[in-house]
């Protein structure tokens, strides 16, 4: 199994960048996908960014521009750079990983770290 500890959370003024942290337990390189959620009070979970073993990346519409997901494969961790912050950026923001063996899909959550975007 694969352990994800989110880091880098925060205060942030709106306009400003924040970069978030994802250390995995295990080598990245046998993740089939990584990603980015987040989930507000009373809402569901949404995808934010995603990136698989080959570098293909997905952006939710409402971050394109502005957020840029990546990974470093030697530290066993994943990023998501942020940029140009705004208020409804502000939430909980959870590490995911997919592993795939055979037809099954397991699926990891790290512990969430809040994002807090106001002056």
């Known amino acids: 199994q694969v352990q994800l500890v989110e880091s880098g959370g925060g205060l942030v003024q709106p306009g400003g960048s924040q970069r978030l942290s994802c250390a995995a337990s295990?080598?990245?390189?046998?993740?089939?996908?990584m990603g980015w959620y987040r989930q507000a009070p009373g809402k569901q979970r949404d995808l934010v960014a995603t990136?698989?073993?080959?570098?293909?990346?997905n952006y939710a519409d409402s971050v394109k521009g502005r957020l840029t997901i990546s990974r470093d494969n030697a530290k066993n961790t994943m990023y998501l750079q942020m940029n140009s912050l705004k208020p409804e950026d502000t939430t909980v923001y959870y590490c995911?990983?997919?592993?795939?063996?055979?037809?099954?899909?397991?699926?990891?959550w790290g512990q969430g770290t809040q994002v807090t975007v106001s002056s």
């Open positions: 295990k080598s990245i390189t046998s993740i089939y996908s």
């Open positions: 995911n990983a997919e592993v795939l063996l055979g037809s099954i899909n397991y699926i990891y």
């Open positions: 990136i698989t073993s080959d570098d293909t990346t």
